[in-house]
């Protein structure tokens, strides 16, 4: 489907609250996407336009409403270009959300109308479509979601959503794993790092030797870890134990650590 027709799409339209100049504006993004490699979208480069997707009724309410129809048109752009998770896979290779709030604290809407106050609960819908997003194409390999207000108030829905980030994608042959995944700025404890880490270390030893894989470059600074020297020496001391593997995890500032190796 050309531009001209797809910015007229009512899926399109419909993500981008009907305003057709936000679609214009969300199409030249993904189309320098395409042609770069790179999704450049931090919060303050979408700035002219988020205004108006969070204005827009029709959603749940919750500050991610813009980023979340934003991230809704981008899908639906690529599938209407004839991207799919198999035979035409969208040729990005990072993808950048970086100030976004991808998890928000809702109150629930019950059955019947407004009732007495709630406990807030989490709603995880634009997390959801973003690691969607980075998993559905063998082209990603860097996901950089900080200051994204990620944390554990966002429970298992929260923590599940991130694990899946460095988890295997795909199956067999086929399958690969990201190289780089940026959680800095977050509000992580040590026990939702803890559940992070351990999971990118057991998918990595449980890969056959002889596959290819470039190590994961995983960036946590700036969480609320509290001790988080002592937390790193416990997971270096499980990886051993676990997985015999020593050195399975290293500090970025740590001699012999790079990107590589």
């Known amino acids: 489907m050309d531009n001209e027709k797809l910015v007229r799409n009512d899926a399109v339209l ?5 305003n057709r100049e ?5 199409l030249h993004l993904l189309d320098e996407a395409l042609e770069s490699g790179i999704l450049s979208a931090p919060r303050g480069r979408c700035s002219e336009f ?9 959603e749940r309410e919750g500050k991610d409403r813009g980023v979340h129809r934003l991230l809704k048109a981008i899908t639906v ?18 993808i950048e959300l970086t100030g976004h709030p991808l998890l928000v604290l809702s109150t629930p809407i019950r059955p019947g109308g407004p009732g007495p106050p709630g406990k807030l609960e989490p709603v995880v819908r634009s997390l959801e479509l973003a690691v969607h997003l980075a998993r559905s194409s063998s082209s990603v390999s860097a996901v950089r979601l900080g200051e994204c207000e990620l944390g554990p108030e966002g429970g298992d829905k929260c923590v599940t959503e991130v694990v899946r980030l460095v988890r295997r994608v795909g199956i067999g042959a086929q399958s690969r794993f990201l190289e780089e995944v940026d959680l800095h700025g977050n509000h992580f404890d040590a026990e939702s790092v803890r559940k992070v880490v351990e999971a990118a270390v057991k998918e990595r030893c449980e890969r056959p030797k002889e596959a290819p894989g470039a190590p994961l470059w995983l960036d946590l600074s700036l969480n ?4 988080p020297q002592t937390l790193f020496e416990n997971l270096q001391a499980w990886g051993g134990w676990a997985h015999a593997r020593e050195g399975a995890l290293c500090l970025a500032d740590q ?3 790079s990107r590589k190796a």
């Open 77 to 94: 752009m690529l599938r209407l270009k004839g991207f799919n998770s198999r035979d035409k896979m969208m040729p990005i290779e990072q």
């Open 255 to 257: 001699e012999g650590c």
């Open 224 to 227: 609320r870890v509290r001790n």
């Open 22 to 26: 936000v679609a214009v504006a969300v």
């Open 50 to 58: 988020l205004g108006s997707l969070e204005d827009v009724d029709g």
């Open 14 to 18: 419909h993500a981008c609250g009907g």
